[in-house]
């Protein structure tokens, strides 16, 4: 069964500094991996996927992502934080190996972007 | 504009009443889903449908029901069985394509007193 970790439930950078959000997976077969931005009392909203292409996959917003098999990761990065940017994120995998087309939400990480 | 609607935003609730949270994407998917979201734990699935007139239990499902008739349609009930239904309800629906993203609705707030 796939699985997603999230290290960090909050996270706080100053403006205009790195953001870097981390996830972690596992999945016996290769994922298919998701980033999602959610601000307060709203839906989700797709910031990048990776699905086998490029390893570095650019999303909204400035961020982007980077899937390394070997550590079995997917960290979200920005390099300058802008208050905007303050939300809470979640990694997400879509389970390939149940043979449904469920996907697996990480616990979140909430950023926080100081002045 | 194509997406998914939720209805209504914020809905409140006497304990011991069941009540239904409406879903409806106009985007042609296949699989919708509802997730229930609590403070620090993430999005927990409740139910998940993959074809009309077909759908599974989540992780969550007791104290919840759903009905798949349309396409267009996955409406979520919470019975008066479910101990702590308080809670921000998200709806999504996508392709039946593993690759491809989940589409969120905006979420329902349920207060039950």
């Known amino acids: 069964a796939q699985s997603v970790t999230q290290l960090g439930s909050h996270v706080s950078v100053s403006e205009g500094a790195l953001v870097l959000l981390r996830c972690n997976y596992s999945s016996s077969v290769p994922p298919y991996l998701f980033w999602y931005v959610q601000y307060p009392n709203q839906g989700l909203q797709l910031l990048l996927k990776?699905?086998?292409?490029?390893?570095l996959v650019k999303g909204i917003n400035g961020f982007e992502a980077e899937f390394k098999k070997s550590e079995t990761s997917f960290h979200l990065t920005k390099p300058s934080a802008h208050m905007s940017d303050a939300a809470e994120y979640f990694c997400a995998v879509s389970d390939r190996g149940s043979g449904t087309y469920k996907y697996i939400f990480g616990t979140g990480t909430r950023l926080k972007v100081l002045a | 504009d194509g997406g998914i609607t939720q209805s209504p935003k914020y809905l409140f609730r006497k304990e011991g009443q069941n009540v239904t949270l409406s879903c409806e994407q106009n985007?042609?998917?296949?699989?919708m889903y509802w997730y229930r979201q609590d403070p620090g734990q993430g999005l927990r699935l409740i139910y998940y449908?993959?074809?009309?007139?077909?759908?599974q239990k989540g992780d969550i499902a007791e104290g919840y029901s759903v009905s798949r008739e349309k396409k267009e349609s996955f409406p979520l009930t919470v019975t008066s069985a479910q101990k702590n239904p308080t809670a921000f309800y998200l709806c999504a629906s996508s392709p039946r394509d593993r690759g491809l993203e989940q589409y969120f609705g905006p979420g329902t707030r349920l207060t039950v007193t």
């Open positions: 990776y699905t086998s292409a490029a390893t």
């Open positions: 449908s993959q074809i009309v007139n077909d759908f």
């Open positions: 985007l042609n998917h296949d699989a």
